[in-house]
């Protein structure tokens, strides 16, 4: 058996779920069995309804994943993803590298940026955990507020959501500033959404302000590339993203993309719910800055200098 915690090896999860199926006895050949029927819509199922459809419970799935050789149910998912056809794309990706040598063209650079970050949002897309997505959306959208806290890197998509979310009329503020930011949490209340950001998941700025937050009875959500960070451990909600870094982009940075990507379903979800006040907020506020748009859509000429 593949020792857990080891790279899943997409093309031989199901022939190693059929191999060990005999020796699985009770809930675990139930999930086993589940997987077997239906391996392409497991790849897209998160572990509750798994857990659900085949009459155990979350952990038994997870039991199972380490039965045949997987750290957690992600992996399975885009192990599954991978073998069945969802992942078609990856051993192209893998097989391209993520190293960058000082003397490479920037052919070769760019197909290792867009392979690495298309890769990054994929695996994102396929470890989701939608249920955590689908409870941030119902807290956001009965939230007083949302305040989001982050910093360094992580702070640009802290305000990049601010920004989305205000265009839809959901009072929001991010801060990436430690004592503004606690400043803020200590007002929050049960009526209120707190959301933290960090790649690592170790950012004590991002983890104080959060708990802070959580402290005063605001519902508290993390994003996070490490499910079992300090962050996501006092989240009452975490959704976690998948990226490597490559040379000259450290993780920080190669989580930008997943980043966005959740942050994005998490912006157009609670829009399509509220969908009579964020169509109507979209409106007003683009009515706002149309007279500082020119009406024909043309780049005014740049005037030339006179000569001396």
Not at 128 to 153: E, K
Request: proline share 5%; charged share 20%.
């Amino acid at each position: 058996m593949p020792a857990v915690g080891a790279e899943p090896n997409p093309a031989a999860v199901l022939p190693r779920i059929e191999g060990l199926l005999e020796e699985l006895t009770g809930a675990l050949r139930a999930v086993g069995e589940r997987v077997l029927a239906d391996p392409v819509g497991v790849a897209q199922t998160p572990i509750t309804e798994l857990a659900r459809a085949s009459g155990t419970s979350p952990g038994t799935v997870t039991r199972f994943c380490r039965a045949v050789g997987l750290a957690k149910y992600a992996d399975l998912r885009y192990a599954l993803a991978a073998e069945t056809g969802g992942g078609q794309t990856a051993p192209r990706e893998l097989d391209i590298g993520t190293e960058i040598a000082s003397e490479d063209s920037l052919q070769r650079v760019l197909a290792v940026i867009e392979s690495v970050n298309r890769r990054a949002i994929q695996l994102t897309a396929a470890h989701l955990d939608l249920d955590s997505v689908d409870r941030a959306v119902d807290a956001i959208i009965s939230a007083r507020r949302v305040d989001i806290y982050a910093v360094g890197g992580s702070a640009i998509v802290a305000e990049e959501m601010r920004l989305r979310l205000g265009c839809i009329g959901v009072m929001s503020s991010a801060w990436s500033e430690v004592h503004n930011g606690l400043t803020s949490a200590a007002l929050l209340g049960p009526a209120d959404v707190a959301l933290g950001i960090s790649n690592t998941g170790q950012t004590r700025e991002t983890l104080e302000m959060l708990q802070e937050a959580a402290s005063h009875g605001a519902t508290t959500v993390a994003l996070t590339n490490a499910g079992d960070s300090p962050l996501a451990t006092a989240a009452d909600i975490v959704m976690t993203t998948v990226a490597h870094e490559t040379s000259f982009q450290p993780r920080a940075l190669a989580a930008r993309h997943a980043q966005l990507t959740v942050l994005d379903l998490l912006f157009v979800a609670v829009a399509q719910r509220r969908k009579g006040e964020s169509t109507r907020a979209l409106e007003l506020t683009a009515r706002a800055i149309a007279p500082h748009r020119r009406a024909d859509g043309h780049t005014p000429r740049r005037r030339r200098r006179p000569r001396a």
